[in-house]
């Protein structure tokens, strides 16, 4: 089983930085394959950051330039750092691995 837990989301002014976060724990190989999805309001659920640079074209052209992924092996976390916020990113923000989901976390940009 693995379990995968996202934090650092909250409200944030439109041009701001925000970092979240996802640990996982269980029977995860590599935390370098988690990927970063989200889905706004009325909206599909969409990539915004893959666990390989290769995948790039993959993400949503509204992020591309704004959001990149850090990783600690040790703490077993992937950082999703979010710059130049704007009121569309507003959205709930998911990692997955293989198929698992964590729960969420949301962000919202708003002045």
């Known amino acids: 089983q693995v379990q995968l837990v996202e934090s650092g989301g909250g409200l944030v002014s439109p041009g701001g930085s925000l970092i979240l976060s996802c640990t996982a724990s269980?029977?995860?190989?590599?935390?370098?394959?988690i990927r970063w999805y989200r889905q706004g309001p009325g909206k599909r659920r969409e990539l915004v950051a893959p666990w390989s640079s290769t995948l790039t074209a993959e993400v949503a052209d509204s992020v591309k330039g704004r959001l990149f992924v850090s990783a600690d092996n040790v703490k077993r976390t992937v950082y999703l750092h979010m710059t130049s916020l704007k009121p569309e990113d507003t959205a709930m923000y998911y990692c997955?691995?293989?198929?698992?989901w964590g729960q969420g976390t949301q962000v919202t940009v708003s002045p």
């Open positions: 997955k691995y293989l198929d698992f």
């Open positions: 269980g029977s995860v190989l590599g935390i370098d394959r």
